[in-house]
Nanobody, 127 residues
Framework: QVQVVESGGGLVQAGEALRLTCTVSGSTFDRYAMGWFRQAPGQEREAVSYISSNAITTYYSVSVKGRFTISRDNAKNTLYLQMNSLKPEDTAIYYC????????????????????WGQGAQVTVSS
């Protein structure tokens, strides 16, 4: 069974940066496609970014493209999300998700396409 744990959330001011980390245990990390999602209060969970198991393919939502960078270190079983130029509208709980099957540009943003999820990390951006 795959365990997914996020860390690195916190409170920052607008314009600052933050890096989220996600560690995966219980299986072979380099076989998993990974995604970052977020959910603000009263809103649906939305996709933020995706990275393929070999890190060759990445996708970003329009709202974060150019500000956020997804990466992974398969030797450390760790996924990262570097978030720069943060805005108050980035405030949300951020979730890391893993799945054994690769995603396309049409499928990466659906939460139902990911089997394993972390408990979430709160990111709050003050204005």
């Amino acid at each position: 069974q795959v365990q997914v744990v996020e860390s690195g959330g916190g409170l920052v001011q607008a314009g600052e940066a933050l890096r989220l980390t996600c560690t995966v245990s219980g299986s072979t990390f380099d076989r998993y496609a990974m995604g970052w999602f977020r959910q603000a209060p009263g809103q649906e969970r939305e996709a933020v970014s995706y990275i393929s198991s070999n890190a060759i393919t990445t996708y970003y939502s329009v709202s974060v493209k150019g500000r956020f960078t997804i990466s992974r270190d398969n030797a450390k079983n760790t996924l990262y999300l570097q978030m720069n130029s943060l805005k108050p509208e980035d405030t949300a709980i951020y979730y890391c998700a893993a799945d054994a099957f690769p995603k396309s540009s049409n499928s990466w943003h659906y939460p139902a396409n990911y089997r394993s999820w972390g408990q979430g990390a709160q990111v709050t951006v003050s204005s």
